[in-house]
């Protein structure tokens, strides 16, 4: 991957991570809720099926009240009736069912288990250790109460939770009990659950299933306009590439032309008139000394031509006196060379702009200077050169015939110079900004303060 695209995942992966938080804390919120609904659920319906056997036990407390009142603690004729009418109670079917035991565990009513009449039970246990018939007796010996353990379904013979309500006949050490099974509640409990966790499935599936594909689409919509960018990005670094290669063949053409038109015929000239001063030195010519003397002239003509390429190329004047003195070299050259005049007005900065700043501002002016010589018909052009508290700015004036208004003038402000000079001036974050009318052309440039090496005004 590449950085843009390892930047794009990292942008997309907090987003990933918030997506799912939420999902997870909505799921979890809502969870709990239906959690806590399905929980009071089964906590009524469980209230609902203690009443309704406290309501049994009471109706067969009501039912055996007049024997058990009026009978004394031995009095066993009473107690075999009082057996009689429990083992006749029922309710709900073959699952409703009163059993009564004494307190030392012995069997005295069972009617779906008959053979455990008789038998002491104390040290029973069900499938999950649970000592029943001696929780049972404690329960009833407390005021009476509930207890959940498992037992033989008689409508199904397998074993099943059930609630029962037990107790106390005080007078005679029994314990009466009841219960009802509640399978039925834990089954609709655990229907319940299912239903829960197959909708918490879903609603993941249901989030994935939306932000998967929105995701991807980010992702693949920032992949497209990275690759569109970097094509931009490309196409341009071949325009700039091209143009590159197109200002470097036209300054190897002008420094050709300018060898070959001046250099080169000045040192032909001087060629020349060496080999005539040899001859006539020969001949014992007097006019020997006038000749040397003019291939001196053309010699010097062709010093100055080069002294002339290589101020162009890179103005010695720039790295050793400064932009200010640069600029006045330049202006005091082009002055001479066009007969224009040209106002020139410059602070002088001392170790406040780095020499690549001093170069772009050099290269702008001079490119500005040529622009004006090749299209305005320009006849007065001011300069000034200013440190503000924003930074350097530049501004070059003249009253030439400007380029609105006119096709090949409107191409070039879209030319390489302009481009060149814009260029130059955000490389170091600053700007150009042309004004154009027909009675003349303004040019601003601007150094951001930033770029000083100091921060102090060494302005003179």
Do not use: C
């Not at 066993?76 to 006749?88: G, H, P, S, W, Y």
């Not at 005021?143 to 379904?153: I, L, M, S, V």
């Not at 190329?313 to 640069?326: E, F, Q, T």
């Amino acid at each position: 991957m590449s950085f843009k695209q390892q930047v794009l995942a990292l942008a997309i992966l907090p987003l990933i991570i918030a997506i799912l938080a939420i999902t997870l804390v909505v799921t979890s919120q809502s969870s709990d809720l239906a959690k806590s609904g399905i929980n009071t659920f089964e906590q009524n319906m469980l209230e609902a099926k203690q009443q309704e056997i406290v309501n049994y036990t009471n109706l067969a407390l009501s039912s055996i009240e007049p024997i058990y009142s009026n009978a004394a603690p031995d009095d066993f004729d009473a107690q075999e009736r009082v057996k009689n009418i429990l083992t006749q109670l029922s309710y709900g079917g073959e699952d409703g069912y009163f059993f009564v035991y004494d307190y030392l565990g012995n069997n005295l009513v069972h009617p779906k288990q008959p053979f455990s009449i008789g038998e002491n039970w104390i040290d029973l246990k069900d499938a999950d250790g649970d000592r029943v018939i001696e929780n049972l007796i404690k329960v009833a010996q407390k005021g009476g109460g509930f207890h959940y353990y498992k037992w033989e379904k008689p409508s199904s013979g397998e074993i099943a939770d059930k609630l029962s309500y037990a107790v106390a006949l005080e007078k005679w050490n029994w314990m009466l009990g009841t219960g009802l099974y509640i399978d039925d509640v834990l089954a609709q409990t655990n229907v319940a659950n299912l239903e829960l966790k197959s909708s918490i499935d879903r609603t993941f599936f249901l989030v994935a299933l939306i932000t998967v594909p929105a995701i991807l689409a980010v992702f693949l919509t920032g992949i497209f306009l990275n690759l569109r960018e970097r094509k931009m990005a490309d196409k341009k670094l071949k325009e700039l590439t091209q143009r590159i290669i197109d200002t470097q063949e036209e300054e190897r053409t002008r420094i050709a032309r300018e060898l070959h038109d001046g250099i080169s015929q000045n040192l032909v000239g001087v060629r020349y008139v060496l080999d005539l001063a040899k001859r006539r030195v020969k001949s014992g010519s007097s006019e020997a000394y006038s000749t040397i003397e003019k291939g001196a002239l053309n010699l010097q003509d062709a010093i100055k031509e080069v002294r002339t390429i290589s101020h162009d190329l890179r103005p010695a004047i720039l790295d050793d006196l400064g932009l200010s003195a640069a600029l006045q070299a330049l202006t005091s050259n082009f002055s001479e060379n066009t007969g224009i005049k040209i106002n020139l007005s410059a602070v002088v900065f001392k170790n406040l702009l780095p020499p690549e700043a001093k170069t772009a501002l050099y290269r702008v002016a001079q490119e500005a200077l040529n622009n004006i010589e090749r299209h305005a018909k320009a006849t007065q052009i001011s300069i000034n050169l200013a440190s503000r508290r924003t930074g350097a700015v530049m501004t070059i004036n003249d009253n030439g015939t400007g380029f609105i208004g006119n096709k090949k003038d409107k191409k070039n402000t879209k030319g390489l110079g302009i481009r060149n000079m814009q260029e130059r001036m955000e490389h170091f974050g600053g700007s150009l900004s042309i004004k154009s009318t027909k009675a003349g052309t303004t040019l601003i440039a601007k150094m951001p303060r930033s770029i000083y090496v100091s921060q102090s005004k060494e302005i003179i």
